[in-house]
Nanobody, 120 residues
Framework: QVQLVESGGGLVQAGGSLGLSCEAS????????MGWYRQAPGKPRELVAT??????YVADSVKGRFAISRDVAKNAIYLQMNSLKPEDTATYYC???????????????WGQGTQVTISS
């Protein structure tokens, strides 16, 4: 089993900043891509950003405002969110693509989600 623990959500005014953290633990043989998704009420889930050992992806909707980073030693990722807008309001979920045993399959694990609310 793999556990993803997120932290850092909250309420902030438009134009403000928030930082999210996610740390993976458990039966991790190999950890590949980690990322952040978000979902607002009544809207489909949206990929926000991903990071692996060689590349970073940031969605166009947040490019220039959000930055994803990684601490390999801690199996952790971070999402720095600046210039926040009310439309950024959502539950943010951390994901990790993990192989739990050598030569085993890679599964995507999800965190429990952390709420981000931006007031106008």
């Amino acid at each position: 089993q793999v556990q993803l623990v997120e932290s850092g959500g909250g309420l902030v005014q438009a134009g403000g900043s928030l930082g999210l953290s996610c740390e993976a633990s458990g039966s991790i043989f190999s950890l590949y891509v980690m990322g952040w998704y978000r979902q607002a009420p009544g809207k489909p889930r949206e990929l926000v950003a991903t990071i692996n050992s060689s590349s970073v992806y940031v969605a166009d909707s947040v490019k220039g405002r959000f930055a994803i980073s990684r601490d390999v030693a801690k199996n952790a990722i971070y999402l720095q969110m600046n210039s926040l807008k009310p439309e950024d309001t959502a539950t943010y979920y951390c994901t990790a693509d993990v192989r739990t045993v050598e030569s085993g399959p890679v599964y995507r694990w999800w965190g429990q989600g952390t709420q981000v609310t931006i007031s106008s």
